[in-house]
């Protein structure tokens, strides 16, 4: 599948859109890395939202970025393509018929400058140098759990390796029960790198849901927002 292909297949499957953000509110998610910058876009973001505290913004900013990792990953199986998103440039807009208010671009996708050897590559470096540091920068102006943050992109990542990825028949690769427990070992990510995903598999949920759902270990705040309602998963809802 060619490039200019590729980005529609993913925005078909995924929240995510390319080219520039459209609105006259987009903040640029790679100025996040100096906290002056991550504290202004989130205060803003948090005062369009009505969001009560700056922690609620934070968690909730993490939980739709995600879905650009994600892309990043269906980038690979699908055609190849090693993206660096530390390099690319990732956008937000305000558009209040988003989810949590926020809408998603990659306004230009950066391919890295090395072919990957396997799959562990793309999930690795794009954790490594984007990932991390996102949830790190979130994590320090908001004062949001970093546990939290990353709950947030761990359900999702479930989601893509258990049903996304598997539903799509177009992708060659089959062994995505074997990937998905290589990326919740602990050592995934170097012995130097503790693994948020290892310690979250392994937490055990405080009640199971009638159709199998796993059950949050933490709670995103998404009831928090102005007409927010918990998620169906979250760990405040009792059985």
Request: aromatic share 14%.
């Given at each position: 599948m060619r490039h200019d292909e590729l980005l529609p297949y993913i925005s078909n499957h995924l929240p995510v859109f390319f080219g520039p953000a459209a609105g006259s509110l987009v903040w640029d998610v790679t100025a996040w890395k100096k906290p002056s910058s991550a504290l202004?876009?989130?205060?803003l973001i948090q005062q369009l939202q009505g969001a009560p505290k700056?922690?609620?913004?934070?968690?909730?900013?993490?939980?739709?970025?995600?879905?650009i990792y994600l892309g990043a990953l269906l980038a690979y199986y699908r055609s190849g393509?090693?993206?660096?998103?530390?390099?690319?440039?990732?956008q937000i807009a305000h558009d209040k018929e988003s989810v949590f208010q926020l809408k998603l671009y990659t306004a230009e996708v950066s391919l890295?400058?090395?072919?990957?050897?396997n799959w562990m590559e793309p999930v690795k470096d794009n954790?490594?140098?984007w990932l991390k540091p996102l949830v790190e920068a979130v994590e320090r102006v908001t004062k949001v759990n970093q546990i939290i943050l990353w709950e947030n992109v761990f359900i999702?990542?479930?989601?893509?390796?258990?049903?996304l990825a598997p539903s799509l028949s177009e992708l060659e690769e089959n062994e995505w029960k074997n990937q998905w427990e290589e990326i919740v070992s602990e050592s995934?990510?170097?012995?130097?790198?503790?693994?948020p995903f290892a310690y979250l598999n392994k937490t055990k949920a405080k009640r199971t849901?009638?159709?199998?759902?796993?059950?949050?270990?933490?709670?995103?705040?998404?009831?928090?927002?102005?007409?927010?309602?918990?998620?169906k998963t979250c760990c405040q809802i009792k059985a």
């Open positions: 202004q876009d989130l205060t700056l922690n609620v913004t934070g968690s909730l900013a993490v939980k739709r970025l995600s879905f393509e090693h993206w660096d998103l530390a390099a690319s440039s990732v890295s400058r090395t072919s990957p050897q954790f490594i140098n999702y990542l479930k989601w893509f390796y258990e049903v995934f990510f170097g012995e130097d790198t503790p693994n849901m009638e159709d199998g759902k796993r059950v949050r270990h933490t709670c995103c705040y998404k009831y928090r927002l102005p007409g927010g309602k918990n998620c």
